[in-house]
């Protein structure tokens, strides 16, 4: 499956952006979807999950509250929409696919390009 990924910008603090990220190739609704980012100068870290029927979602605890991951499978799209952000929150974003929930969750088989984030205070 190839990731699309869209949707980074520059916002203040406090303000909000919704990522999206089209996929292509194998049958969408049959992968389970995630997101990842990765700061300057840290390791890549889980941010959000999702199941492949949508009944499922997890979330890192420091984006809990703030963080909302959605799909929409008629349209092979997962989405990420972060609200009240904080400088914390920037780094580059990653979304992942992959067929199991352990492995979308730490070591996903399938990366799309990344999109970058920058919050300012």
């Known amino acids: 499956v190839q990731l699309q990924a869209s949707g980074g910008g520059l916002v203040q603090a406090g303000g909000s952006l919704r990522l999206s990220c089209a996929a292509s190739?194998?049958?969408?609704?049959?992968?389970?979807m995630g997101w990842f980012r990765q700061a300057p100068g840290k390791e890549r870290e889980f941010v959000a999950a999702?199941?492949?029927?949508?009944?499922?979602?997890y979330y890192a605890e420091s984006v809990k509250g703030r963080f909302t991951i959605s799909r929409d499978n008629a349209k092979n799209t997962v989405f990420l929409q972060m609200n009240s952000l904080k400088p914390e929150d920037t780094a580059v974003y990653y979304c992942a696919a992959d067929s199991t929930l352990v492995d979308i969750k730490t070591s996903p088989d399938y990366w799309g390009q990344g999109t970058q984030v920058t919050v300012s205070s």
């Open positions: 190739g194998r049958t969408f609704s049959r992968y389970h």
């Open positions: 999702i199941g492949w029927s949508s009944g499922s979602t």
